[in-house]
């Protein structure tokens, strides 16, 4: 249900943040600011990098079971005409 999803969906946008801020307070704390362009940047190619999995690994795993049925019933459709078929 869609409770379900906000109240999963809470929690893990909560912890993205969190480690988010604490980073960030880490980068400022121990190189005044220095980093934080660095630290910036390597946020956005993870979220960039996340984003295109987020579309590509559904599709990827579609295929992975189709592939998969396919085979399977290629084999049961062979299985199932050999026995049949007279000696």
Do not use: H
């Amino acid at each position: 249900t869609w409770a379900i999803g906000l109240i999963a969906g809470g929690g893990v946008a909560l912890t993205m943040q969190t480690s988010t801020v604490v980073t960030r307070a880490a980068s400022s704390l121990t190189t005044a600011g220095a980093a934080n362009p660095i630290v910036s940047t390597v946020e956005t190619i993870i979220s960039t990098v996340l984003s295109i999995l987020a579309i590509v690994v559904p599709i990827l795993a579609i295929l992975a079971v189709s592939v998969i049925l396919f085979f399977i019933g290629r084999r049961v459709f062979k299985a199932r005409y050999t026995a049949a078929a007279p000696a």
